[in-house]
């Protein structure tokens, strides 16, 4: 670890710089277990090939990430069980992996005014995964080939993409590449920009149950593909004044 907190209430970390480079899947630079009020600000954080995290927080409420420069090779931030927790103004590259990824239970969370950039094939920008009454407000999101700007997976309903650029940088011609996708009801999808220079890169999916969903006021320029596309088993979606 470089920092690591459990069982704690009310901590702040600030303008801190953790460099990692040990070689090992179960590393943390920052890890927030079982705690309570986390601020984590103006902090740099340069990791290695291999390490598993830059900030994991598991089992926690309220933390607050603001300012965080992250580059490195994994996931940027991981949040599993973590409630009422906020990341905002922060630049995330990574190299392989995910940039934002809340999941487990984990809802009422705000990902805002971020910078994300995945730099790898098959991954994703911000990932929400059993997340729900969430909200991805503002981010620039630019990904490689074969992969996903920000993805709202099963049981992550309710919640509220919006005023995102996402931007899908092909390197190689493959199936795949999805600017935003959407697997679970209830979501506004809105005012979101999305650019796309792939052959198999689409605007916005839903698909796999994807019900009661508002998709309205989008702007989207992709070429050689689809702009809005209704997968399977997706009813009641609204669709309108998308561009």
């Known amino acids: 670890f470089g920092i690591n907190i459990t069982h704690a209430d009310n901590v702040v970390?600030?303008?801190?710089?953790?460099?990692?480079?040990?070689?090992?899947?179960?590393?943390?630079?920052?890890?927030?277990?079982?705690?309570?009020?986390?601020?984590?600000?103006?902090?740099?954080?340069?990791?290695?090939?291999?390490?598993g995290y830059g900030v994991?927080?598991?089992?926690?409420?309220g933390i607050n990430v603001t300012s965080l420069n992250y580059t490195g090779f994994d996931n940027s931030i991981f949040f599993s069980n973590v409630n009422n927790s906020v990341v905002e103004l922060s630049n995330l590259t990574s190299y392989d992996r995910t940039g934002v990824w809340l999941t487990d239970a984990s809802y009422n969370l705000t990902i805002a005014n971020n910078y994300v950039y995945i730099n790898d094939s098959g991954q994703v920008g911000i990932r929400l995964q059993d997340a729900p009454n969430s909200s991805v407000l503002e981010n620039n999101v630019t990904i490689g080939s074969d992969s996903v700007g920000i993805s709202v997976l099963a049981n992550s309903n309710f919640s509220i993409i919006h005023a995102n650029n996402v931007s899908l940088f092909e390197t190689f011609v493959r199936q795949g590449e999805d600017s935003i996708e959407i697997r679970s009801h209830n979501n506004n999808v809105t005012f979101n920009r999305i650019y796309g220079n792939g052959t198999y890169t689409d605007g916005i999916i839903l698909t796999s149950g994807s019900d009661y969903n508002n998709v309205t006021d989008n702007y989207i320029e992709v070429l050689n593909s689809t702009g809005i596309w209704l997968d399977v088993d997706n009813d009641y979606n609204r669709i309108v004044n998308n561009v």
């Open 13 to 51: 970390i600030k303008d801190c710089r953790i460099n990692q480079t040990l070689r090992t899947d179960s590393s943390y630079a920052i890890s927030i277990v079982n705690s309570t009020r986390v601020t984590v600000q103006d902090t740099n954080m340069r990791i290695g090939a291999f390490i």
């Open 56 to 61: 994991y927080g598991e089992d926690s409420d």
